[in-house]
């Protein structure tokens, strides 16, 4: 009797051990047949389009080096498809990928919930206008739509003809981008990284260099797909006034003429971290291509016993600020320290104004409720969180901190965007990154992101 009871607690014990490690499928010899594909298409005509990115009036170019693209995965295991990709452009505002996700949900039947597109932030992109802008012209924001759709449409068409793929992870990290918000020897925060030479302190934060690196390859060993994440803003030098993807982007391009495949790149929790504008184009992109090529070469393949997203609505309020208190902070900085910029050769008022002008068009929204996304994808015991902003390094690495699973990372910018996410402290000192008119959210926000986004990792761990 004795025996009998110990042998039924050991195969209890060995079920629920498992059940813990994903390995129903084992036992039950169903492992899960993994398939992946993925695509890239050309946003038509950005190439002919004035440059965004700069603070008040849009720039002349001199046309485009590298184009600018939508990049997807989709992925299977026979009974759960998710999608995930980014676009090689500054924001996404959540009207517009609401729309697309439904069309992709009744056009390719992968799910709303399942799908999660973000930007890249990508600074040299060319100027976006609202999408509930019915007055203005929507050709570009059309051309971006048509591009998702068209690269959504040709990842799900090849992996229909597909077959079962291997999964290839490493954990690598880059040699680029760093705390930026560094305290300046009047006690400011830097925000113009080429001023960080005129005397400053120490950073404010964490940087978070981590270089994930997730690949899938059929059985002959051909690459299909690299995806990688890092948390860094995607900022060309602004010498370079041409349309381009950014050195995140170039490096993505220059990847799978390389390896092969499509490289898709997921921005991660980027707000207070920035690359210095005297750090050479080419240097930025050769240090992101050796991260990737460095941790690919060290992949090793990993089972996929499950594959699930989780797309949960999030309220948040519009924060209320003291606009006298708003336009001191920015008049301040702007006359001290603009005029020390190297490239930006800014007058300090067209700037100071141009910020006033968006808090007033923002002003409206004060104290108001709004509901945004945050999503978490799993891929076997891979997380991805995905954020509706510029979420802080100290944010980010909290998730990761916090999180159940091991490899867990943060996809900035994803299924809308909300402003820039500072912690606590990050409020208590100020800077361009706390000001109202790029911090729309009340300020606790990012921590309350933090703690839903921990929730709802710790439930999928629990049904792990």
């Known amino acids: ?60 170019t001199i046309g485009s080096d590298v184009p600018l693209r939508a990049q997807v995965i989709v992925i299977t295991d026979g009974k759960t498809k998710v999608c995930m990709g980014s676009c090689d452009i500054s924001l996404f505002n959540r009207d517009f990928l609401d729309e697309v996700g439904r069309e992709v949900e009744a056009k390719y039947d992968i799910p709303f919930n399942n799908i999660m597109l973000g930007a890249t932030n990508n ?3 060319p100027v976006q206008i609202n999408w509930s802008d019915t007055t203005a012209d929507q050709t570009y924001n059309i051309a971006i739509k048509k591009a998702i759709m068209e690269a959504i449409g040709q990842a799900n068409e090849k992996l229909n003809n597909a077959g079962e793929m291997d999964c290839f992870f490493a954990l690598g990290d880059a040699t680029i981008g760093q705390n930026s918000r560094l305290v300046m020897d009047d006690s400011s925060i830097l925000w113009v990284p080429t001023i960080y030479k005129f005397g400053y302190h120490r ?17 002959q060993g051909k690459l299909e797909t690299i995806i ?52 050479p184009n080419s240097e930025r992109e050769f240090r992101v291509e050796q991260g990737i090529k460095k941790a690919y070469a060290k992949t090793e393949k990993r089972d996929i016993h499950r594959l699930v997203s989780v797309k949960k ?68 015991d891979i997380a991805f969180v995905g954020v509706p902003g510029g979420l802080f390094g100290e944010l980010g690495m909290e998730i990761k901190r916090m999180s159940p699973f091991r490899y867990t990372y943060v996809v900035g910018l994803a299924n809308d965007f909300i402003g820039y996410l500072p912690d606590d402290e990050a409020f208590n000192l100020g800077g361009y990154q706390t000001w109202a008119h790029v911090a729309f959210s009340e300020r606790g ?20």
């Open 313 to 380: 609505e999030f309220e948040y309020k519009c924060r209320t600020f003291n606009e006298d208190e708003q336009q001191k902070a920015v008049s301040d900085y702007c006359n001290r320290w603009l005029r020390e910029s190297t490239f930006w050769h800014a007058d300090p008022e067209q700037i100071i104004q141009s910020f006033k002008k968006k808090r007033d068009l923002i002003s409206p929204l004060q104290g108001k409720t709004q509901k945004t996304w945050i999503q978490v994808i799993l891929v076997g």
């Open 203 to 219: 950073p404010t934060g964490p940087y978070d260099p981590q270089l994930p690196v997730l690949a899938f390859k059929d059985k």
């Open 123 to 125: 600074h040299s992109a």
């Open 1 to 60: 009797m004795v025996r009998k009871a110990l042998k039924i607690a050991m195969i209890f014990s060995l079920i629920i051990s498992l059940a813990l490690s994903g390995g129903y499928s084992t036992i039950s010899g169903q492992k899960p047949h993994i398939k992946a594909a993925a695509a890239a298409v050309v946003i038509e005509g950005a190439a002919a389009l004035p440059l965004g990115g700069s603070l008040i009036k849009p720039y002349q």
């Open 228 to 279: 990688f994440n890092h948390s860094t803003q995607n900022i060309d030098s602004p010498v370079d006034r041409v349309i381009s993807p950014s050195f995140y982007g170039k490096a993505a391009q220059k990847i799978e003429k390389e390896l092969g495949g499509t490289a898709i790149f997921l921005i991660g929790a980027y707000g207070s971290s920035n690359v210095f504008d005297d750090f």
């Open 445 to 464: 926000t990012g921590e309350a992101i933090v703690n839903e986004a921990v929730r709802i990792l710790n439930d999928l761990y629990q049904d792990y």
